[in-house]
């Protein structure tokens, strides 16, 4: 993957910039998201999750198995904040 | 020099971290999970002078306040992370039913230590905050305060401290200690044992249970503080717009009293700030212990959603797309711990603060002088030693 190839769309993060997190020291998908956003956006880090998993696998020699992604929390979908408001 | 054990890596211990690593003082920083796991990256991110309490907490927020601007330069300049500090105004909609002449008398204090506090009327709040509805509201308390985006400020801290030599070991939970006597000789951890010759508890609001581990109580509690956050939007709030309220104390002292468990009562309070992102952050529906570690209650969404509906309107069909559940500390007295556990002379407490984002700066540096030259200095008003010690051998 090229350092330009935009690995999260919704914020607009790079493979490049996701490199740079694990170098500083960054070990998890978790920490991943904090440092750069990636996985932050609207789609809850659906299609990205994998692409950073691939590139801390590559990075570190972890094995794909070591770099779980985060558990998800409620929301589980984006939900719009009047329909949320008016659950019972 | 003594080698120095930190455990917790959120805003505190990193700092610690830094400052000690940067004085030459060997480190080592442990985490149950990673950097910035617990509160320090689940809070509103604001840089808040408006909670301290009259004091020595007052004059060190005054102070670390003064200092901010500079450190906040330095850590960008070493780190090379731009941790988006920036001035806001804050805004608390004083409710019906709350007299505002005596909201503003509350923060007497503030005014005295040169924090400007002031009361504005609707009009001057549409002004400030046109996306807001006021309600009935007819009157907010206004101060100039600030945010920062608390998860590059705590890892900003982290890179600080690695580059200074410190290591950092993360998916580690500390599970107990080994004693010699009061003394402590190691730390026990799933990855094995670690030995320094003084344990820092930068542990948040689980420094009572570990603490216990230790053969000591310490008097602090917890309660469990959520938010939510939305999809980015475009700009809709200029700064923090949340509801004057005087619930908290009387909260935390319920929480208390219950001791055990808690976790039946709830606190409500309407909070909202956009992050540089646009997503809108928007707090705090709070509950009681014990529950550590279990996520958002779903009628605790659903009221962060009400709040969010009911004051910005404009904002009602916005995706909220993460929650969270963390816990926050709080003390009898609403002071923090800070300083050795009497009875265990090689372990160090710094914990229980309320709002970590504005002192920790200035604290850190202070508790590293401490630890270095055995002065407690201006942080002895906060000495576990100032309540009486609860040990659980009975002695
Ligand atoms: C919803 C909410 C809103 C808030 N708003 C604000 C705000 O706007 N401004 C503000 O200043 N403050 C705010 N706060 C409070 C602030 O977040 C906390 O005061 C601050 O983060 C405390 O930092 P800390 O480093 O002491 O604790 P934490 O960040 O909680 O760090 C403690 C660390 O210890 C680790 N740990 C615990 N036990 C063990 C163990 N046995 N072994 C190894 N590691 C362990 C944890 O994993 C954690 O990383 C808010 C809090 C919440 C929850």
Redesign the pocket.
Known sequence: MDDEVIVCRCEEVTAGEVRAAIRAGTRTIAAIKKRTRAGMGLCGGRTCARLMARLLAEETGLPAAAVAPPRARPPVRPVPAAALAEED | MPDVVI????????ALAARLAEGGINVTL???????????????????WGDAEPGVSLTLTRRAWDELPAEIADLEARTGLGVEFRPIHTLALVPDGLDPRAVLAGGAHLTEAGFETELIDAAAVRALEPAVDLGGVRAAVYQEQAAIN?FLF?LAWADRARAAGASIVTD????GFRMDGERIVGLE?AGGPVVGDLYVL??????R??AMTAGVDLPEDHI????CVTEALPPLLHGLVGEAGDKRVSFELEVAARGGDASGLRLVEFAAIQAMSGNLVV??V?HGGPSVGEGVRPGSLRDLAAGLVRRLPVARSASIIRS??????FTPDHQPLIGPVPSRPNLFV??G??????I?PLLSKLIAGAIADGDLGPLRAFSPGRFEERRLDGR
């Open positions: 455990i917790g890596a959120g805003i505190v211990g990193c442990i985490d149950q999970a990673e950097v910035v796991a617990g509160a320090s990256g689940a809070n509103l991110s604001l840089v808040l608390p705590t580690t939970r500390v599970t951890t930068a542990t948040g609001a689980w420094t249970a570990l469990i503080g959520q938010a707090g705090q709070s969270w559940a963390k816990p926050v500390p710094a914990s603060l309320k709002s970590a984002l504005i920790t």
